[in-house]
C-alpha cells in the first residue's frame, strides 16, 4: 500500500452515521480504546475516560472557542451573500470568505442592514480584505453573527454552545476542536483528582480545515497557516510530565499539530503560526497518546491520525467504528490511541 497516495485514505461513510445532532449528555458519547502496542481495539463510554488515564499524564487542551463568524449580508442590488470571517488583519479588517464569491470585486459594499461592510482587497486564495464601520467587530458579531456549522451538518437547530468546548475561552476559532466537545466540567474534575494534570494551548481553526486534498500524491498538498499560542506553564508541564515518564494526551488533531510544531521549531510563549501537515512517515517528538474523533475519508486528519497510530490499525478502527455504528464527524463519537 502507498501511504502517499490519496486513495488510501478513502473508505464508505454511511450517511447515516455522519451524526447531525449532539447527545444530550456531552461524555455519553461512545469510546474506542486503540492501544498500538498490542494493537488491540476496545470499547467505553467516554465518561470512563478517568479509567484509561493514569495518574501523572498531561491531558492538553485546545482553549479556541469559535466565533459567531457568519453573518448574512446583502448587495446593494438586494441579493443575498454570505460572509464568513476567517482572521482579524487590522483594526477593523479582516479577511473572509464570500459567498457567491465570484461577483465580490474590490470595491463593492454589502450591507448587514444599517451596517456597510467594503470589499477592500481579493486575495490570490479567493478570500476578500472586507473593512467594517468600527474596530470593535467581535461585538458586532455577538449581535448580528451565527456561528458556522461544517457543511455536512444540515439544519441543526439545537443550542449554539453545544458547538463550544465547555472550557472554550479565547475567541478565534471558525470551526469548533471537536475532540473537546464531549468533555464536562464534572469530567474534568475527575481527570484531576485521579491524578491528571490538565493544561491549555490555543490554535484558532481556520475554514481551511474543511479543505479537501485533491492532489493524488498527498505530500503535494499545503496546509493552510494557522495561529497558535502556547502558555509558558503548559510547556513547563509538557518538560517535568515527560521528564517523570507520563503521558502527554493531546485533545484533538490541533493540539497534536501545535505540540509537534513545537517538538521540531522549539517552545516559544508568544503567537505563532503553523501549516505543519503530519501523515505517515513523520516522527512524533512529544504526543504520547490522542484523543480525536472519526474523520472524513481523504482528509488531513485521517492522516494525522494513520500517522500517529499506524496505518493498517486506523483503517481496522475505522471498519470496526462503522460496523459497531459509531457515530461519525463533529457531533460524533471518540477514540483515543495509547
Known amino acids: 500500500m502507498d501511504l502517499f497516495d490519496l486513495k488510501a485514505y478513502d473508505y464508505s461513510l454511511p450517511p447515516e452515521l455522519v451524526a447531525q445532532t449532539p447527545l444530550p449528555q456531552r461524555d455519553a458519547s461512545r469510546l474506542m480504546v486503540v492501544d498500538r502496542a498490542s494493537r488491540s481495539i476496545s470499547h467505553r463510554a467516554f465518561a470512563d475516560l478517568p479509567e484509561v488515564l493514569r495518574d501523572g499524564d498531561l491531558l492538553v487542551l485546545n482553549d479556541s472557542r469559535v466565533i459567531p463568524a457568519r453573518l448574512r449580508a446583502r448587495r446593494i442590488s438586494g441579493g443575498a451573500v454570505e460572509v464568513l470571517l476567517v482572521e482579524e488583519v487590522g483594526p477593523g479588517l479582516w479577511s473572509a470568505m464570500v459567498r457567491p464569491g465570484r461577483r465580490a470585486r474590490k470595491g463593492e459594499r454589502l450591507y448587514l442592514d444599517e451596517v456597510e461592510i467594503e470589499v477592500q ?201 462503522i460496523s459497531c455504528r459509531y457515530r461519525f464527524l463533529s457531533f460524533g463519537d471518540a477514540m483515543i490511541l495509547v
Open 121 to 321: 482587497e481579493v486575495l490570490p486564495d479567493g478570500l476578500r480584505v472586507v473593512r467594517f464601520p468600527r474596530e470593535d467587530v467581535l461585538s458586532l458579531l455577538e449581535e448580528r453573527g451565527e456561528v458556522p456549522l461544517p457543511p455536512y451538518i444540515k439544519d441543526y437547530g439545537g443550542p449554539p454552545d453545544r458547538y463550544q468546548t465547555v472550557y472554550g475561552r479565547a475567541l478565534g476559532s471558525v470551526a469548533a476542536p471537536t475532540a473537546g466537545l464531549h468533555f464536562t466540567e464534572e469530567l474534568l474534575d475527575k481527570l484531576k483528582a485521579r491524578g491528571v494534570l490538565v493544561r491549555c494551548v490555543t490554535l484558532h481553526v481556520g475554514p481551511g480545515t474543511f479543505r479537501p486534498v485533491e492532489s493524488p500524491d498527498i505530500r503535494v498538498h499545503r496546509m493552510h497557516r494557522e495561529r497558535f499560542f502556547v502558555p509558558g506553564e503548559t510547556a513547563s508541564a509538557i518538560e517535568g510530565v515527560k521528564a517523570k515518564g507520563g503521558r502527554v494526551v493531546a485533545v484533538g488533531t490541533t493540539v497534536v499539530r501545535v505540540l509537534e510544531h513545537c517538538g521540531l521549531f522549539g517552545f516559544e510563549e508568544r503567537w505563532r503560526e503553523t501549516d505543519l501537515f503530519i501523515y505517515p512517515g513523520f516522527e512524533f517528538k512529544v504526543v504520547d497518546a490522542m484523543i480525536t474523533n472519526f474523520h472524513m475519508p481523504r482528509s488531513t486528519l485521517l492522516m494525522l491520525v494513520c500517522a500517529f497510530g499506524g496505518y493498517e490499525l486506523v483503517m481496522r478502527a475505522y471498519a470496526e467504528a
